[in-house]
């Protein structure tokens, strides 16, 4: 199942996440000189609206905290997009990637999820490889409903330009609890 996903996938792939040396990340291919352009134009123009948005690290970092989104949401999510057995780099490419390539926003900044999304108590780390339903299952473990859970793919931009993807392949899914949390 999980083969024929990805084989089915990567016949309509979009050239999203560029790697390290500029090539496609998914499928390999070389990027034109316009669209790395365009890539760079937009980075920088994402860069300056944080910048005045959050002009300081703190606030910066106070509005990436507050990121976190609720696990019943989390649910719903997997659910709706049927998404259990994904691995989490099909999730980010495949759900994430389409709702924020327009405004290139973060996914959890997008105003229609405002009433599930506040700051964070537990942080997640995944794998890029991992089962997208074995985090969801960690995220809610002894959970009330209202758990505010950290997410990379939701919570940081997933359009940097010349970003470095890194694949690791392991299976884990890591759960810190946030001691500083509000
Ligand atoms: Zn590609």
Request: proline letters at 2%; hydrophobic letters at 40%; one cysteine or more.
């Amino acid at each position: 199942m999980h083969e024929n996903l990805k084989q089915q996938l990567s016949e309509v792939c979009r050239h999203d996440v560029l790697s390290w040396d500029n090539t496609c990340a998914d499928c390999g291919e070389e990027m034109s000189t316009e669209r790395l352009e365009e890539e760079a134009r937009r980075s920088q123009e994402m860069e300056r609206s944080d910048k005045s948005k959050y002009p300081t690290q703190e606030q910066h970092a106070k509005h990436i905290h507050a990121l976190g989104v609720r696990v019943d949401w989390l649910v719903a999510f997997t659910y709706e997009h049927d998404c259990w057995n994904w691995p989490t780099r099909v999730v980010e490419r495949d759900i994430v990637k389409p709702l924020t390539r327009e405004s290139r926003c973060r996914y959890a900044e997008k105003s229609e999820f405002q009433d599930f999304v506040g700051p964070a108590r537990v942080f997640l780390s995944h794998t890029w490889e991992g089962l997208w339903g074995t985090l969801v299952m960690a995220a809610v473990s002894g959970a009330r409903e209202d758990r505010h859970v950290w997410i990379d793919i939701f919570a940081v931009r997933q359009w940097k330009f010349n970003a470095m993807v890194s694949v690791v392949c392991t299976h884990s899914v890591l759960i810190i609890l946030l001691t500083y949390a509000q």
